[in-house]
T-cell receptor
Framework: AQSVTQPDIHITVSEGASLELRCNYS??????LFWYVQSPGQGLQLLLK??????LVQGIKGFEAEFKRSQSSFNLRKPSVHWSDAAEYFC???????????FGAGTRLTVKP | GAVVSQHPSRVICKSGTSVKIECRSL??????MFWYRQFPKQSLMLMAT?????????EQGVEKDKFLINHASLTLSTLTVTSAHPEDSSFYIC???????????FGQGTRLTVV
């Protein structure tokens, strides 16, 4: 069965510092991969997605993620975080036919001034 | 991008009553819709998958008689929480995808509080 692991439950970074959120997946084939952000009490906003092609994916708000097949990872990065980036971040995977999307446990990002 | 509207955004109901949550795809035909539940500070758990015109497929452990899902048209799916109890209080989120699409689009979520 497919699964998603986000090893870090909570990360705190200083404003202006770089950020990397980890995501590992377990799946028989290369799935579709997603990163979502959720502010408190809000729905999900898609940051970026990977289906195929270039393994470095650019998203909104200055985020990027790199798919590494050998490590079954899809880590999210941002070179300089802003206070408004404080939120919950979810990595998700879905098979090619888009059914049965599974989410990681989430990583809560706190940004220190 | 495609828009999915979920209504209501918040609802409070009394124990024992039923509440219906709507999920609409506004600018595309959603052949498949997904319903998720999210407990505070936890991840989203898939409850069920529904294909238009078919019965929903429920995940293991989800009571189909308690969480009634209807997907009668290509733009609307509903989740009815029947005989609600306080433990049903949660954040419910739907998503929708089309037959040609490669991703699902999420609604804004519904905060259900059962008192």
């Amino acid at each position: 069965a497919q699964s998603v692991t986000q090893p870090d439950i909570h990360i705190t970074v200083s404003e202006g510092a770089s950020l990397e959120l980890r995501c590992n997946y377990s799946y028989g084939a290369t799935p579709y991969l997603f990163w979502y952000v959720q502010s408190p009490g809000q729905g999900l906003q898609l940051l970026l997605k990977y289906f195929s092609g270039d393994t470095l994916v650019q998203g909104i708000k200055g985020f990027e993620a790199e798919f590494k097949r050998s490590q079954s990872s899809f880590n999210l990065r941002k070179p300089s975080v802003h206070w408004s980036d404080a939120a919950e971040y979810f990595c998700a995977v879905a098979p090619y036919n888009n059914n049965d999307m599974r989410f990681g446990a989430g990583t809560r990002l706190t940004v220190k001034p | 991008g495609a828009v999915v509207s979920q209504h209501p955004s918040r609802v409070i109901c009394k124990s024992g009553t039923s509440v219906k949550i709507e999920c609409r795809s506004l600018d595309f035909q959603a052949t498949t819709m997904f319903w998720y539940r999210q407990f505070p500070k936890q991840s989203l758990m898939l409850m069920a998958t529904s294909n238009e015109g078919s019965k929903a497929t429920y995940e293991q452990g989800v009571e189909k008689d308690k969480f009634l899902i209807n997907h009668a048209s290509l733009t609307l799916s509903t989740l009815t929480v029947t005989s609600a109890h306080p433990e049903d209080s949660s954040f419910y989120i739907c998503s929708a995808s089309s037959s040609w699409g490669t991703e699902a689009f999420f609604g804004q979520g519904t905060r259900l509080t059962v008192v």
